[in-house]
């Protein structure tokens, strides 16, 4: 009986180690106390068969079931799947892992177990299961989830036009990790944002593996000068000055006051001056003082006369800005010319000084400096050589002389005295030496003296022979006649003997004869011609032909009807 | 222009400014180098030598293959009283010519601006026209020329070897005379 009783007992323990082992440990502590709740002792062997029974259930539950029950953490990172196996059909969950999801998917409906999938970016094959939950061979009831995880290939994800942060949030959680960042300044660029990346995103990359970003960030502001705000209002210097900090991407406190140090009234005062000057880089930290003048101080006229007409307008645009006065400028051109241009300031009214009005109406008298004439140039340098001159009279030699004039602009200065300081007479008298010699170049200003003589007297006694042989002759004739001559031909007219008188002048003393042509003013060219003795004769010519038989054409024929 | 008034002018076609800068220059080489005379007068005088260039080139054509045939023995058996179309069939002439312009300054001897032409005409499928022992015309089928005009030793126009449009006949005038060879 006790045998029996000892049997039933380790049967239970037995059942409820069974029991406990497919069970969570809370339900097998319930089993294996329960188990030992319903083996009431007896004696005290029959409690201490107890005790031990119940410490051995509690131990295989807690040491050698435990890592059936409790599957390993899912490295996709989600929670763990839980059977709830109590009052339904129990299944046992089949293996998925090394499936395709698809595949691992079809299995579980084979099973009655729906799937939740999974990917988690790991190298690896992609699309296949790595982990389940819960594991294989657990008790499930149909209708339960196992949740698969799948290796999804490593692409590199789109992070463009996000904040670099969320970038960089984004592509540690696909599995870059390393993020050397390059920047991009430019105008256009949104600060922050990433701008580009590379490798480029959709692009398979190992994990691990390096993405560039090119964040952009703000450009440096650019370096604004002190605008000119002379003659400027206080609005509009406001404006100005504004508009090139803004640029700047500074803020400059602007200090205003009078010229004066007294107060004045913006609205009719404009800046006189100015501090940084004209043309100063801005720069932070610094401040900018405006100076203003009342437009009821007196503005004189300045002095423009002498100055070009332009620069002369400008210097009254300036000064009349300065005293809020309107310019009005009325030029007048001595010629009538209009070409203020290359025009420069006569006169003007009013005088320099006065006091200039808002009724003020400037009138300037121009003149064009391009309508004064130009002296024209020198005339070109030319040889000339000493023509003799020796046993020539002297009016001929002067106008020997004077004919270089009309050649070269030669302006001759003869000095004419006689042999040995001896009187001559003008009229009688012919060159015996001059100087420079016949031949030797002259300059334009060459002195010329001629040492001159008197001919030598007149043979009056070799006329009284001649017209005493002429008388004998003629006696002679007389007194014996000759036969009557033939009539004599009419002397065809001498062509332009004048001409040959006035305008060739021979040089003996140069080798090649020379002739000097001129034309006079207003002369057309035929009468030049004409007067000159120039004569076109145009002599045609028969030629000379040779006949060769049987030479072919040597080029392409062009048939005429015959 | 008349077909038949087909002369040496018509086969060089000279631009008049062409030719008034070459001959300017070419009178200015051999006329003016002994006469000082103003650059107006000197190109008015090119002008006028340059507008004689109608009158240097004006004789005919037909003169001058007319002369070629002066004294062509080849055509002695023709010379009597009947009328013959002899066909020449190919033959080409050279002639040379040299017009001048003879200028004249006084107190300068004259001076002669020469413009040597040279020219080749070829002609084909010739017909002579003889009557009475005349020959009288030519009627050429094709004719083509080339030539070189120039002043003095300055080229002025050079014509390329290109048909002539001839008209149907070109006349000689009063015609060749055809002498009988002796026996």
């Given at each position: 009986m006790r045998r029996r009783k000892c049997r039933a007992v380790r049967r239970r323990a037995l059942v409820a180690c069974l029991l406990t082992a497919s069970l969570p440990a809370g339900a097998a502590s319930q089993v294996a106390s329960s188990a030992g709740a319903q083996?009431?002792?007896?004696?005290?062997?029959?409690?201490?068969?107890?005790?031990?029974?119940?410490?051995?259930?509690?131990?295989?539950?807690?040491?050698?079931?435990?890592?059936?029950?409790?599957?390993?953490?899912?490295?996709?990172?989600?929670a763990q799947a839980t059977t709830r196996a109590g009052g339904k059909t129990r299944v046992v969950v089949p293996g998925l892992q090394q499936y395709s999801v698809q595949q691992a998917v079809a299995l579980a409906a084979k099973y009655g177990l729906n799937v939740e999938e999974r990917s988690v970016r790991q190298d690896g094959t992609p699309n296949v299961v790595v982990?389940?939950?819960?594991?294989?061979?657990?008790?499930?009831?149909?209708?339960?989830?196992?949740?698969?995880?799948?290796?999804?290939?490593?692409?590199?994800?789109?992070?463009?036009?996000v904040s670099f942060a969320a970038a960089q949030r984004t592509l540690a959680d696909s599995g870059y990790l390393a993020l050397p960042i390059d920047v991009i300044v430019g105008k256009a660029v949104k600060t922050g944002t990433v701008l580009r990346q590379s490798p480029r995103y959709g692009l398979s990359a190992a994990l691990g593996s390096t993405d560039t970003l090119y964040v952009g960030v703000a450009p440096p502001p650019p370096q604004v000068q002190m605008p000119n705000l002379r003659g400027f209002t206080d609005d509009d210097a406001t404006s100005a000055l504004d508009a090139v900090l803004r640029a700047g991407q500074l803020k400059l406190p602007i200090g205003r006051r009078a010229v004066n140090g007294q107060s004045f009234d913006p609205r009719r005062s404009l800046v006189d001056s100015q501090r940084p000057d004209f043309g100063t880089v801005l720069s932070a930290g610094q401040t900018i003082e405006l100076m203003f003048r009342d437009t009821t101080t007196p503005v004189p006229m300045p002095y423009v006369v002498g100055r070009e007409y332009n620069s002369a307008r400008a210097t009254l645009r300036t000064v009349f800005q300065r005293g809020n006065l309107k310019l009005k400028i009325s030029p007048r051109s001595v010629d009538g010319r209009a070409n203020f241009a290359t025009s420069i300031v006569e006169s003007q009214a009013p005088d320099s000084g006065t006091t200039l009005s808002p009724q003020s109406d400037v009138q300037l008298v121009v003149r064009d400096t391009a309508t004064i004439p130009v002296p024209p140039p020198p005339p070109p340098r030319q040889t000339l050589r000493m023509p003799r001159l020796i046993g020539s009279?002297?009016?001929?030699?002067?106008?020997?002389?004077?004919?270089?004039?009309?050649?070269?602009?030669?302006t001759p200065k003869m000095d004419t005295r006689g042999v040995n300081g001896s009187t001559y007479t003008h009229s009688r008298a012919i060159v015996d030496s001059q100087f420079p010699a016949a031949g030797d170049s002259l300059t334009l200003h060459s002195d010329v003296r001629v040492i001159v003589r008197d001919k030598r007297p007149?043979?009056?006694?070799?006329?009284?022979?001649?017209?005493?042989?002429?008388?004998?002759?003629?006696?002679?004739?007389?007194?014996?006649?000759?036969?009557?001559?033939?009539?004599?031909?009419?002397?065809?007219?001498?062509?332009?003997?004048?001409?040959?008188?006035?305008?060739?002048?021979?040089?003996?003393?140069?080798?090649?004869?020379?002739?000097?042509?001129?034309?006079?003013?207003?002369?057309?060219?035929?009468?030049?011609f004409a007067r000159l003795g120039l004569s076109f004769n145009a002599v045609a010519d028969p030629g000379t032909q040779r006949l060769h038989e049987g030479e072919p054409p040597r080029a392409r024929e062009e048939t005429n009807d015959a | 222009m008349p077909e038949t008034a087909l002369t040496l002018r018509s086969l060089f076609d000279v631009n008049d400014?062409?030719?008034?800068?070459?001959?300017?220059?070419?009178?200015?080489?051999?006329?003016?180098?002994?006469?000082?005379?103003?650059?107006?007068?000197?190109?008015?005088?090119?002008?006028?030598?340059?507008?004689?260039?109608?009158?240097?080139?004006?004789?005919?054509?037909?003169?001058?293959?007319?002369?070629?045939?002066?004294?062509?023995?080849?055509?002695?058996?023709?010379?009597?009283?009947?009328?013959?179309?002899?066909?020449?069939?190919?033959?080409?002439?050279?002639?040379?010519?040299?017009?001048?312009?003879?200028?004249?300054?006084?107190?300068?001897?004259?001076?002669?601006?020469?413009?040597?032409?040279?020219?080749?005409?070829?002609?084909?499928?010739?017909?002579?026209?003889?009557?009475?022992?005349?020959?009288?015309?030519?009627?050429?089928?094709?004719?083509?020329?080339?030539?070189?005009?120039?002043?003095?030793?300055?080229?002025?126009?050079?014509?390329?070897?290109?048909?002539?449009?001839?008209?149907?006949?070109?006349?000689?005038?009063?015609?060749?005379?055809?002498?009988?060879?002796?026996?």
């Open positions: 083996s009431k002792p007896k004696s005290a062997l029959d409690s201490l068969k107890a005790t031990i029974i119940s410490q051995m259930a509690a131990a295989l539950a807690q040491q050698k079931l435990a890592p059936k029950l409790w599957p390993a953490p899912m490295p996709c990172g989600g982990s389940q939950s819960p594991p294989p061979k657990t008790i499930a009831a149909r209708g339960d989830t196992v949740v698969v995880c799948w290796l999804r290939a490593p692409v590199i994800p789109y992070v463009l036009n009279s002297v009016d001929a030699a002067i106008d020997t002389l004077n004919r270089l004039y009309i050649i070269g602009g030669f007149f043979p009056w006694w070799w006329i009284i022979a001649g017209i005493a042989l002429a008388g004998l002759g003629s006696a002679a004739a007389w007194m014996w006649p000759n036969p009557p001559l033939p009539p004599t031909p009419p002397t065809p007219p001498a062509t332009h003997p004048s001409i040959a008188a006035l305008n060739v002048v021979p040089y003996p003393d140069i080798g090649n004869p020379r002739v000097v042509l001129t034309t006079r003013r207003g002369e057309t060219a035929d009468d030049a | 400014q062409d030719a008034k800068r070459v001959i300017f220059d070419a009178v200015d080489g051999s006329v003016w180098d002994q006469v000082a005379i103003p650059r107006s007068l000197r190109e008015a005088a090119a002008e006028k030598v340059a507008g004689t260039l109608n009158a240097l080139l004006a004789t005919p054509l037909s003169d001058t293959v007319a002369n070629a045939f002066n004294g062509y023995t080849k055509l002695a058996k023709y010379a009597d009283d009947q009328d013959h179309d002899v066909a020449e069939g190919d033959f080409s002439i050279e002639s040379e010519h040299t017009p001048y312009v003879e200028l004249k300054v006084t107190g300068l001897p004259a001076k002669e601006i020469k413009f040597p032409l040279t020219l080749s005409l070829n002609f084909s499928a010739v017909v002579l026209v003889i009557k009475k022992s005349h020959i009288v015309a030519l009627r050429a089928g094709t004719c083509t020329a080339s030539g070189k005009l120039s002043c003095e030793k300055i080229q002025l126009y050079e014509r390329e070897l290109k048909p002539v449009k001839l008209p149907g006949e070109l006349p000689f005038g009063i015609g060749i005379r055809i002498f009988k060879m002796p026996h």
